[in-house]
């Protein structure tokens, strides 16, 4: 079942509140039943001392753009989402504007999940190729 923007804005804030997504500015911009989209910009927060943006903070946001992807297939009442595998290929840098990361599955399991997650810049280019493995797992009470 596909949620309302307003459920899925709402959701992705809750989340974020006192996290990495909150100090790294992380948004949500758009989603479908085969993809998700967050944003994150450009700063000196989120630089290398040399000036471009750190390929950590890329990965941060590939990883949160995977992991909340998974987190809609399920009922989270009963099952939690974990990163256990992430790589990265990081083509091109980036000064200023935004990175966006589109997460699409390549695998949809019940137990593992498996992501391409592309991060381009504000004219569409290529700055990092990720992929992600999450795992599903049971909540304990």
Same mark, same amino acid.
């Given at each position: 079942m596909q949620l309302s923007r307003e459920v899925m804005l709402e959701k992705f804030s809750d989340m974020a509140k006192n996290t990495l997504l909150? !100090?790294? *500015?992380?948004?949500?911009?758009?989603?479908?039943?085969?993809?998700?989209?967050l944003k994150m910009p450009v700063t000196s927060k989120v630089h290398q001392p040399d000036g471009v943006l750190h390929g950590g903070a890329?990965?941060?946001?590939?990883?949160?753009?995977g992991s909340f992807a998974a987190e809609l297939l399920l009922d !989270?009442? *009963?099952?939690f989402v974990r990163g256990i595998e992430i790589s990265a290929n990081h083509?091109?840098?980036?000064?200023?504007?935004n990175v966006f990361a589109k997460a699409t599955f390549i695998h949809k399991g019940r137990t593992t999940q498996l992501f391409?997650?592309?991060?381009?810049?504000d004219s569409d280019n290529l700055i990092s190729l990720c992929k992600l493995t999450t795992i599903s797992l049971p909540r304990t009470k």
């Open positions: 909150e !100090t790294l *500015q992380i948004e949500l911009v758009d989603f479908g039943d085969d993809f998700l989209i890329t990965v941060a946001l590939a990883e949160t753009t !989270t009442k *009963q099952f083509v091109k840098s980036v000064r200023t504007g391409e997650i592309k991060v381009t810049d």
